[in-house]
């Protein structure tokens, strides 16, 4: 008899990816997936802990499962509840006791165990437990890739594909050195093999993840390792990959070869997502991120070089323990003189574990919202003008969804911009017969003239359908 799971995912790009995993080492199991949790015979929360409050997210989230599992209970039947992802990794032991409605706990590295942590936590439920004692954290030699399916139905054009995981920097505010564990990168043929898999299905946007993707140094098959670069060019003769972008880069690592991947090859996207954290110097070293700002600058300056319309995005944390206004102050200079398409910012939050957290010198709650508020004004006028600077030019945008309106569909540009593309007005003659007319340019690239843009999207017309 088939049953569910449902899966709810937080955070970041590669738990999606793995949420998606853990759907298919199931699917064999006889689970499908079920929209919501109620009528779930197992329910996995995939956590984040990034964040501040992420586990109290969570243990409300139990809370309410709590309550479908009792109902389950009385018509006999039995629901799971699994914590999985790095705040299970974290706070795993602690989870277990505080919470005692979840049946297992699974960290980011073990999710090709679960069918066996499943068997047994069926095990322990057969004598009329309410909750199974399952907790599987381990960093293990054998990794989840080895293991784990890839075989998820077609779900858009534009995927993720996790190609290294873990990271060694050891920024002192970052728990993903905890929670992730060493630094790992996937053999090239798996990667590229998986690639092709995604692509038979219809996929033609490859997102490659990695917590330090660029640092990523995966067995070639011929005695050696190969850089993202090279594995960028190895993806691209791949027929029908139209476009390649990784995600996320540190400055450290911004190689000659990766640069040269933006200017050499088409599919590789015009758009880079470069987290700096901060423009002080001091601060950079206190964060121990490696690189000045001065050598940050170099980075930008040859990938410019190579790519001069290379649209860049980045990280910003304000309010690490021991800023002061200069130092906030040089974050902003750094910001005029980038000028970025797109970022994101954030208040510095202490992660239990991370040096900076037991730092004595903690910045006020409302000197860090107001520095954010500060530099988020200023991030959000570049991003229109970025935005603005996009107006009356034709781009290729990959159509993704629908949108609200008829003959509208919603995708992006080449520089990652979410673009409403309305088919209804078009140069070209279109065959717009059947049902659903615009439905047949889902999934495709379509060549667009931009007529609007705001803070947050721009507004298109469509030129020709591209492929
Ligand atoms: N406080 C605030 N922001 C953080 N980030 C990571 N850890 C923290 C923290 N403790 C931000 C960084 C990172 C992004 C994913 O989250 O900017 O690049
Ligand atoms: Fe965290 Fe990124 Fe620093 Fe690694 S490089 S510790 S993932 S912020």
Redesign the pocket.
Known sequence: MSKKVFIKTYGCQMNVYDSKRMADVLKPHGYEQSESAEDADLVILNTCH?REKAAEKVYSEIGRLKAHKEVQAESGKNMYIAVAGCVAQAEGPEMMKRAPAIDMVLGPQTYHRLPDMLKSAEEQRTGGRRSARVLDTDFPVDTKFDHLPTDSDFDGPAAFLTIQEGCDKFCT??VVPYTRGAEYSRPVKDIVDEAKRLVAKGVVEITLLGQNVNAFHGDDGKGGTATLGALISELDKIDGLDRIRYTTSHPRDMDDGLIFAHRDIASCMPYLHL?V?SGSDRILDAMNRKHTREEYFRVIERLREAKPDLALSS???VGFPGETDEDFEDTLDLVRRVKYAQAYS??????PG?PASVNEDQVPEDVKSERLARLQALLNEHQLEFNESTLGREMDVLLEREGKLEGQLLGRSPYLQSVHVDLTKHDNALDLTGDKPYSKFMGKLVRVRIVEAGPNSLKGELVRALN
Do not use: G, H, V
């Open positions: 990034i505010f970052c987290p954290q990280d910003f944390i954030f208040k510095y939050s202490p992660r991370t």
